[in-house]
């Protein structure tokens, strides 16, 4: 049985990390700059979100089919329940997220760009649609926020308060 998460897991979990960071801060910090720049904020956004989505479903198929490495003191059965429970609702989440993102986007019915492409729009504008959406997306984006604190609260509780071999798993190997 591996003790790690294989090299893919690793770089795909640490660079959606990275990913995630940029996705916020670039609605959080948006309001700051003047209204000409709104554009390449919003672009970075969606894409960002857009890459996220990809990678959080590529890695949840990765998943189903490579089983977690053991953890190691093993912790007690109450813990790992809730630490499935947690990343289920994070991949969920971080999957429902984006899609809501890319449905309002779409029902605006007005241009949009990601990658620097042009992404399509609807003919004829939802905007009742993308209002109820803002608001779901809004919402599950704080969500989002309690969800990782959380999960990364718990990891460093996993190696520094039980002491046992979580965080390691999920660190870059060394080089031999
Ligand atoms: C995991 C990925 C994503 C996260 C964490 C995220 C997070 C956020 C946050 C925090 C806001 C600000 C909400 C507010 O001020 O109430 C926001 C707004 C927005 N997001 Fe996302 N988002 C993600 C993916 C996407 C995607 C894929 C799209 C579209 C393709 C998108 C489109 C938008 C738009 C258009 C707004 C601005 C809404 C407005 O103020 O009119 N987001 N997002
Ligand atoms: C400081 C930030 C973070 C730390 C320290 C951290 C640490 C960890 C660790 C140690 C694990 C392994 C847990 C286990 O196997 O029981 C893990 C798993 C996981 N992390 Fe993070 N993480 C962070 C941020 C994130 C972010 C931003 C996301 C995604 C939005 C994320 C998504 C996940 C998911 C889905 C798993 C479950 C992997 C599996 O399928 O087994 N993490 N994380």
Redesign the pocket.
Known sequence: MRDK?SGL?IGI?WL??LL?IVTYTAMEIRGFFPREYRPAFNMVHVSGGIS?LVL?VA??LI?LKRP??P?VPKPKPMITGM?HLG?LV??LL?IILPIIGLVMQYSKGSPWFAFGLTMPSASVANFKLADTLKEYHGFLANL?YWV?GI??AA??A?HYYWKDN??L??MPRKRS
């Open positions: 998460y897991q979990h959606v990390f995630v996220i959080m890695r949840l998943r977690a490495p953890i630490s990343h994070i991949y971080f989002g990782i999960h990364a990891a460093l996993h979580t965080l798993r999920m």
